[in-house]
């Protein structure tokens, strides 16, 4: 399998997420299928579903005030991520001060711009945005741009020529191969230009396998990237889609990795971060942090447990690189379905995203070691951080205990 890099993700914070699905699906005159939630919880675990490890995450301006917001929001996802994302800002054309926007966006460590014409309300190559492309160009960064609608004039080829006419060395980037269903117009009318690169999300399926392959040829599939355009798309059928073209071998590297790790600056990616292992442990022996040993039960009884239910309960330490970083502890209720009992983070190691890191890799671990199809567990009401990590890594909320004494929030996962 191909070294998979998703360049076309939208995301958005957990509270407003469902709201902004919506908004895209009345958008588009309400799609033909579900979209998913578009919270960077879903986007990890399709993606590690499909086989993806790296993803280009970015939003959306609708007004100015909005920008610095969406910028620092973006941020604070990439410095979580563990290196899985890239970040892209946003800046809007109707800001009254965008060299400061931009700046920010640049002192964000952000790797560019993503902009919507048809959704930003703006004409591609009105004044206003041009000094948009002005500010990235001088910079070097790139600009990931919607492109085509047949329904408006926001973003279509023609304007979008005026735009690579006039910033030569502009590193641009057409969206759904550089007009969404405006497909042929957009190949016919941009591919001449050397200073754009497309991406393939939202086309492939409007369009027959032959038709995508040829679009692919004709663009060169070193001006191509893969994306989804999450939270559009199952990734898994979109990169059935392009394995079932019969491209060769190095289009599939390019088109999968190549191009848009060279676009947005990650090469080779970034040194692997050491492997995490799950040792098997007869006790806890983690650090916790002042508070924390309410969450989870005692040590003694912690080892109680172990020891006395030894065909279904299973505990592990969890190791980075051979140092000890935390604490796991299932119990196997039924056939393929576990309990999440026990977690915990060793103190020195908290509050630098390994909890996250740590879980998700315990959950492929359950899943191809042990088989595991479910998997459920509790926080108590009121624990935002236990909430925090368990929907980051796609644990869903199925329902909630309130009585006199217990409050707790049941979750599950399924594999």
Not at 158 to 169: E, G, M
Not at 333 to 347: N, Q, R, T, V
Request: glycine fraction near 8%; aromatic fraction near 12%.
């Amino acid at each position: 399998m191909y070294r998979m890099f998703d360049a076309h993700c939208h995301i958005y914070p957990d509270q407003i997420a469902q709201k902004s699905v919506e908004g895209i699906d009345r958008f588009y005159d309400h799609l033909p299928f579900q979209p998913y939630d578009g919270t960077t919880g879903t986007l990890y675990r399709i993606g590690r579903e499909a086989g993806i490890s790296h993803f280009l995450v970015h939003s959306v301006a609708t007004s100015p005030r909005q920008v610095s917001g969406v910028n620092r929001y973006i941020a604070s996802e990439v410095a979580a991520s563990d290196g899985a994302f890239t970040g892209l800002g946003t800046l809007h054309p109707d800001s009254e001060h965008p060299e400061q926007d931009f700046g920010e966006l640049v002192s964000l460590g952000l790797k560019g711009v993503k902009l919507h014409p048809d959704f930003q309300r703006f004409e591609a190559d009105s004044p206003s945005a041009m000094r948009i492309y002005g500010l990235c160009a001088e910079a070097g960064l790139p600009v990931l741009v919607h492109t085509g609608d047949h329904r408006f004039d926001y973003s279509n080829p023609n304007r979008v020529a005026n735009v690579l006419r006039a910033f030569p060395k502009l590193r641009f980037v057409g969206a759904h191969f550089g007009g969404w269903s405006v497909w042929d117009d957009a190949v016919k009318t941009l591919s001449g230009f050397d200073n754009i690169i497309v991406d393939t999300s939202s086309t492939f399926y409007a369009l027959d396998r032959n038709i995508g392959k040829a679009l692919i040829r004709q663009w060169g599939a070193d001006r191509v990237m893969f994306g989804t355009d999450y939270p559009m798309w199952n990734p898994r059928p979109e990169i059935s889609c392009l394995l079932e073209m019969g491209l060769t071998e190095d289009e599939y590297r390019r088109i999968f990795w190549d191009n848009a790790a060279e676009v947005f600056g990650l090469g080779g990616g970034k040194e692997p971060s050491p492997a995490i292992t799950f040792v098997p442990s007869a006790e806890m022996k983690v650090g916790l942090a002042p508070g924390q040993e309410e969450m989870l039960s005692t040590k003694e009884d912690i080892k109680t447990i172990i020891r006395d239910n030894p065909d279904t309960v299973m505990a592990f330490d969890i190791l980075e690189g051979g140092d000890l970083i935390g604490f796991v502890l299932v119990h196997r209720f039924e056939p393929e379905k576990y309990f999440l009992w026990e977690y915990a983070i060793d103190l020195k190691h908290q509050n630098r995203h390994k909890g996250t890191k740590a879980l998700a890799a315990f959950i492929d671990y359950l899943k191809t070691s042990h088989g595991a199809k479910e998997i459920t567990t509790t926080y108590i009401f009121g624990n935002d951080h236990a909430k925090h990590v368990y929907e980051k890594v796609g644990f869903v909320e199925t329902d909630v205990v309130d009585e006199p004494d217990c409050h707790e929030v049941n979750m599950a996962y399924y594999l």
